[in-house]
């Protein structure tokens, strides 16, 4: 098989959701000698970008996207440790949690792969999870960013008590806050003191980095 | 186990010999920003309209919720429920997280109201079984505590937890109605098989009523009301007696009618032949 070929069979198969050929094509395009690089910004994040792209448009639907992002994973699994060795930029790093009260997890779960996908380190607190959870994750992970989720309009002012829980632990300016769900609205997220808000999965990914290089550019080299 | 819920005029009876209890989910302003702006400017004119659809679909109950963080919702609960109790006698569930706008709700409520809903956490159990039986109320109990297990077994346990615990708050079993938790299919593929054990465990143990949030299986999928009504007949004929679900949907509520024929918990199709009547005079005007 030709690089073309491997590429491009990494990336439709994304795409499909065929876990085990992509796991195939990953180890044969080793074995060819291709970039862990070149497979993961050349075919699989590009797959998994037109798979969140097909999502919004409503074109794919939730099966779809999670088949294609275990697919993905399978791919990482092999290539991050290589990604680690030859010194792949790291994005950022992401401590994510679906707010207490709130069992819902496939929006968050969502974000998660895209930001994995992106190059982010995400550590996945799961659902429910208290203020005081978040920060002993951030305080263990130092993370760029923290992201809360809600899928319900009634578990939303978690994010206020969240963000007041930051504030009192003294860690509110280490990290960037992240909200998103459902029936959240960017006018809400203002008003809590939220320093970002995406409507759906690929636009988390993109604000995440701005947010990251606009903190970076900020801080006095 | 029958569990009894009262208007002061009518009085709905669920249990696995009965007709399946449809609960209309609409009055909910998740997923409805306009809803949401009319919530947060105190105006519950929609409820007039959510009211009349539902109950055409054939809605036996009305799920009420009016819980916005930008909105006042103990007040709006405290001025829906009369609001909606003047519009039909169907019996409602008053739905919330918040213990004062469920205390507002069943304060208001003329009758016996279903609460929805408290999980298996120690402090929601204690925050919210005292005021359900302060107001003589039946409960919802969600078969989850700080996370949903994906063992049956689990599920079944913090249900046992729920009910015992409401015992020693007086409230009796037959007024708690357990959701064993519906979760989306297109994310687990074992969601609706674990579902149906977890109903046939709570059914043989502990004997209870059951609901669930009917629309939750079909979640980002295509065909959503097919989905849901084959879900429905499924979960039903595996022992769920009641759902919160989209009565406004005829797909969805002729699935379940259907099945209480088949069943036999409508006994010579009298509620199928009367509603196949309703519709086609329905469409002769």
Redesign the interface.
């Known amino acids: 098989m030709t690089h073309e070929e491997i590429l491009k069979g990494l990336y439709d198969n994304t795409l499909i959701g065929n876990a085990p050929e992509v796991k195939d094509l990953t180890n044969a395009g080793l074995a060819e000698g291709l970039e862990p690089e070149s497979m993961l910004y050349d075919a699989l994040i590009p797959s998994l970008e037109e798979v969140g792209a097909r999502f919004e448009r409503g074109d794919f639907?939730?099966?779809e996207m999670?088949i294609a992002a275990r697919a993905m994973q399978g791919a990482l699994d092999i290539l991050r440790p290589l990604l680690a060795e030859t010194g792949a930029q790291q994005v950022g790093t992401y401590v994510m949690g679906t707010v207490k009260?709130d069992?819902h997890d496939?929006g968050k779960?969502l974000v998660n792969i895209m930001l994995e996908g992106a190059g982010f380190t995400v550590h996945d607190l799961?659902?429910?999870v208290a203020p005081e959870k978040f920060i002993d994750a951030i305080n263990e992970h130092k993370p760029d960013i923290v992201g809360f989720s809600a899928?319900?309009?009634?578990?939303?002012?978690m994010f206020k008590a969240n963000i007041n829980a930051l504030e009192k632990a003294g860690i509110r300016d280490d990290v960037i806050v992240m909200v998103g769900g459902?029936?959240v609205?960017q006018e809400?997220a203002d008003?809590v003191g939220a320093d970002g808000y995406a409507a759906d999965a690929s636009t988390a990914v993109r604000l995440a980095k701005e947010l990251i290089a606009r903190r970076r550019s900020a801080v006095p080299a | 186990m029958q569990t009894v819920v009262q208007s002061p005029s009518r009085t709905v009876v669920i249990g696995p010999d009965q007709p399946f209890c449809v609960i209309g989910e609409r009055i909910n302003?998740?997923?409805r920003?306009v809803f949401?702006a009319q919530l947060q400017a105190g105006d519950l004119s929609q409820l007039e309209i959510d009211v009349a659809q539902q109950l055409a679909g054939g809605a036996d109950m009305l799920d009420v919720?009016v819980?916005?963080?930008?909105a006042d919702e103990i007040a709006l609960m405290g001025a829906a429920i009369p609001l909606v109790q003047g519009l039909t006698d169907v019996p409602l569930c008053i739905d919330?997280?918040?213990i004062e706008a469920l205390e507002a709700g069943l304060s208001a409520y003329q009758g016996k109201a279903l609460v929805n809903s408290v999980t298996g956490e120690d402090e929601r159990l204690e925050a919210i079984l005292p005021i359900v039986a302060r107001h003589g109320a039946a409960v919802i109990g969600l078969a989850?505590a700080?996370?949903?297990p994906m063992e049956p077994e689990r599920r079944v346990e913090i249900a046992k937890k729920i009910v015992s615990v409401a015992g020693d708050h007086g409230i009796p079993p037959e007024d708690v109605i357990i959701d064993p938790l519906a979760m989306?299919i297109?994310?687990e593929p074992r969601a609706v098989t674990l579902f149906v054990e977890t109903l046939h465990l709570l059914r043989d143990e502990l004997g209870v009523n059951t609901t669930c949030g009917a629309g939750n299986t079909s979640?980002?999928?295509?065909g959503r009301h097919t989905l849901g009504a084959a879900f429905l007949a499924v979960a039903q004929s595996h022992g769920l007696t009641s759902a919160i679900m989209d009565s406004r949907r005829p797909e969805m509520v002729e699935a379940v009618r259907a099945t209480d024929f088949l069943l036999g918990r409508d006994e010579w199709g009298t509620t199928w032949i009367r509603m196949y009547r309703e519709k086609q005079a329905a469409a002769a005007t």
């Not at chain 2, 819980?67 to 930008?70: F, K, M, Q, T, Y």
């Open positions: 639907f939730v099966p999670l009260g069992v496939i779960n799961g659902v429910n899928f319900l309009t009634t578990t939303m002012p459902a029936p609205t809400y008003r | 302003p998740t997923g920003k949401q919720n819980g916005d963080p930008l919330s997280s918040v989850n700080e996370d949903i989306p297109g994310a979640f980002g999928l295509p």
